[in-house]
Each structure stands twice: as structure tokens, then as C-alpha cells.
């Protein structure tokens, strides 16, 4: 009877060590699976990330293109100002020529008349 006792005792144990063996195994294939998954999400987080400062980066490039091209026009505003009052100093000046003429060939015309 003690010899069936013991033997029952050893395989209780080792029922017992093989169910703990089992649940162990199980429970790191769980947490393997979490870490598996964790892991994937940290990528998709990672990506998501890189594309949106890739996205970020690509907004301020064309913010400083934006800009560039505005200072550009400003510049070429500024200009076209210049010019402008140029011409119209340049006009101003023909028009007080022309007049200065007109009135030099009136005046010498009533002097070949009287």
C-alpha cells in the first residue's frame, strides 16, 4: 500500500509539475503574442510618426517656397514702382519740354507775322 501511495504521491506531483509546465508554456505564449503585438503597434506608431513629421517637413518646404515667392513678388512690386515713377518723372519732363517748345515755336510764329 505505501509503495502505491508513493507512486501515487510521484505521479500527483508530476501531473501537478506537468499542468504547471503547460500553464507556464501557455501564459509566455500569451505574453509572446502581447509582445508581438505591442511591437507591431510601436511600428505602426513609429510610422505614422515619421510620415507625419515627413508630412510636417514637406508643409514647410512649401510654406518657405510660399514665402520666397511672395518676398520675390514684393521685390518685383517694388521695382514696377521705380519704374513707374521714372516714367512718369520722364513724361513730366517731355511734357514741360514739349510745352517749352510749343510755346518757342508759337512765340516765333507771331514774330514772322508781325
Same mark, same amino acid.
Given at each position: 500500500?505505501?509503495?502505491?501511495?508513493?507512486?501515487?504521491?510521484?505521479?500527483?506531483?508530476?501531473?501537478?509539475?506537468?499542468?504547471?509546465?503547460?500553464?507556464?508554456?501557455?501564459?509566455?505564449? $500569451?505574453? =509572446?503574442?502581447? !509582445?508581438? *503585438? +505591442?511591437? /507591431?503597434?510601436?511600428?505602426? &506608431?513609429?510610422?505614422?510618426?515619421? #510620415?507625419?513629421?515627413?508630412?510636417?517637413?514637406?508643409?514647410?518646404?512649401?510654406?518657405? $517656397?510660399? =514665402?520666397?515667392? !511672395?518676398? *520675390? +513678388?514684393? /521685390?518685383?512690386?517694388?521695382? &514696377?514702382?521705380?519704374?513707374?515713377? #521714372?516714367?512718369?518723372?520722364?513724361?513730366?519732363?517731355?511734357?514741360?519740354?514739349?510745352?517749352?517748345?510749343?510755346?518757342? !515755336?508759337?512765340?516765333?510764329?507771331?514774330?514772322?507775322?508781325?
Amino acid at each position: 500500500n505505501g509503495a502505491r501511495n508513493g507512486t501515487s504521491l510521484g505521479s500527483l506531483f508530476f501531473d501537478t509539475d506537468a499542468d504547471g509546465l503547460k500553464a507556464n508554456h501557455s501564459a509566455k505564449a $500569451r505574453n =509572446q503574442q502581447r !509582445l508581438e *503585438e +505591442a511591437s /507591431k503597434a510601436m511600428t505602426d &506608431l513609429d510610422e505614422k510618426a515619421k #510620415s507625419a513629421a515627413l508630412r510636417g517637413e514637406e508643409r514647410e518646404a512649401e510654406l518657405q $517656397r510660399v =514665402q520666397d515667392a !511672395l518676398s *520675390e +513678388a514684393k /521685390k518685383e512690386s517694388k521695382r &514696377l514702382k521705380q519704374l513707374l515713377s #521714372s516714367s512718369e518723372d520722364a513724361n513730366s519732363a517731355l511734357t514741360d519740354e514739349l510745352k517749352a517748345f510749343t510755346d518757342s !515755336l508759337a512765340a516765333k510764329e507771331e514774330s514772322l507775322q508781325a
